[in-house]
């Protein structure tokens, strides 16, 4: 992993901090990032230099060293961003294993005094502190990590369903009409035209299952929810499948394949990563079978503990916490009624009443929420009305219908979310590079 990117006064990156422990002693190397501290012992120095991968040890002994360098230090300033040449030296006596005897240091670009967030963690900021200066808080290592696991999971749900047959596709985000019938979408002006953000690619994706059969869109969706919550964000990342000549059963089995496919890959790629993070993998994390209950079951065990909620009403947060302490991680609640999930989801054949329609639940928190669609125009254009919508509205996606479109189902899952249960973090915004709620616009 060499650089060869030119930086200012025409030196080359040659190294990544990572690739220091395994080169053999004297290696010449060019290294640069971020100064994070300095540890003055009068006649020695310890820089620790930080770049995207580690750190690594400058070790300058003030007799030995060039007037430049011993300059240099005078005038340094933590987070300035620094070159340095010099050699690798093996030695036990610093805790990575090695340390760089520098030759020639130069300074990049110097950071301001005082810094608006403590890098080093020694300091503790509190969260608005933290979201306000995002770009310092992403240099901490315990923040950078997440983004790392966070890129190693969409490439393993990329991988899992490109074997899977799935096409990847990218649907419009501006759209002439409100698609799924919900009031939580934003406006915006469109030329001369009011047109709205999309908070989901359903009804796109469920007509290109009559064109490539299974397809998926990994996107950034929008809805404009009131909610203030840990777990909830206005702007946010979507993994969506569709595939026809599947039903929600089919599509179920496929997303817990799809979430022990993740684990499996992490297990295999970044258990150093998510120790550092306090998250360790065991063996029943890529094993253990999703628990699975129905919605009415789910009332049976509330009623048991004393939390009583009528048959056709949302589960509440409160009663999810409570459905959780019977389970200690995934789980799927099932066939759910008709009349809480969107105009799209198939009745059950055997009760209108109930529909073909699951939740992905990690604890209380819902990742993922798919189902079986209604692929008849007929009983699509009565579902959109019995929901109190204009078919009239829907006319572009119900043209679909008429020219053989696919039984189908599919699900969404929260991108998020996921990252959330991962890596155990309690607050979403944690687990996105610049969050977007109802009070934060900026950065």
């Keep these: 992993m060499r650089n060869t990117i030119t930086q200012r006064g025409h030196w080359k990156k040659t190294h990544y901090n990572c690739q220091l422990s395994s080169l053999p002693d004297g290696t010449e190397v060019t290294v640069m990032g971020w100064l994070q ?8 120095k310890f820089l620790v230099l930080r770049d995207s991968t580690g750190v690594a040890q400058v070790t300058v002994k003030v007799d030995a060293a060039t007037k430049n360098i011993v300059d240099l230090l005078s005038k340094l300033t933590r987070e300035s961003v620094i070159a340095v040449k010099g050699v690798v030296k093996r030695t036990e006596k610093s805790r990575l294993g090695f340390e760089v005897i520098p030759s020639e240091l130069k300074v990049l670009n110097y950071a301001k005094k005082p810094l608006p967030l403590e890098v080093t963690g020694k300091t503790p900021a509190d969260f608005e502190t933290r979201m306000s200066v995002r770009f310092m808080d992403l240099r901490r ?53 009011d047109a709205y953000l999309a908070q989901s ?19 950034v969706y929008f809805r404009a929810e009131e909610s203030n919550t840990p777990y909830h964000l206005n702007e946010f990342v979507s993994v969506d ?17 799809c979430i022990k496919h993740v684990y499996h890959h992490l297990a295999a790629n970044c258990s150093r990563e998510l120790r550092e993070l306090g998250v360790e993998l065991t063996k029943e994390d890529v094993t253990k079978h999703f628990p699975r209950i129905t919605y009415s079951k789910a009332l049976e ?33 099932t066939d759910w009624p008709t009349e809480t999930k969107p105009f799209y989801i198939k009745p059950s054949v055997k009760d209108k009443n109930i529909c073909e329609a699951f939740d992905l639940m990690w604890r209380h928190i819902e990742l993922a929420s798919g189902g079986t669609r209604i692929h008849v125009r007929e009983e699509l254009e009565e579902s959109l009305r019995l929901k109190g919508l204009n ?9 679909a219908f008429d020219y053989g479109m696919p039984p189908h189902a599919g699900w969404g899952l929260g991108l998020s979310r996921l990252i959330m249960a991962i890596t155990r973090r309690q607050n979403i915004r944690e687990v996105v590079l610049f969050p977007r709620d109802r009070t934060r616009l900026t950065p």
Excluded at 161 to 184: D, N, Q
Excluded at 245 to 251: G, R
Excluded at 305 to 332: C, V
Excluded at 391 to 399: A, G, I, Q, V
């Design 37 to 44: 501290d300095v540890r003055d012992l009068g006649k020695i």
């Design 141 to 193: 290592r315990s923040e950078l990590l997440i983004f790392k696991i966070q890129h190693e999971v969409l490439r393993a749900i990329r991988s899992f369903l490109h074997e899977k047959g799935f096409t990847e596709v990218f649907t419009p985000k501006i759209l002439a009409s409100a698609t799924e019938g919900g009031a939580e979408l934003f406006k915006v002006k469109y030329f001369d035209k």
């Design 301 to 333: 065990v509330l009623q048991d503990k004393g939390f009583a909620i009528n048959w056709g009403e949302d589960l509440t947060t409160p009663a999810l916490r409570k459905l959780s302490e019977e389970f200690e991680g995934y789980y799927f609640i």
């Design 241 to 257: 499948i569709e595939a026809a000549f599947m039903d929600y059963e089919d599509v179920m089995q496929l997303l817990e394949e």
């Design 391 to 399: 078919p009239e509205s829907f006319k572009e996606h119900l043209k």
């Design 201 to 219: 690619p359903q009804l796109y994706k469920e007509v290109l299952t009559s064109c490539f059969e299974k397809v998926y869109e990994i996107g």
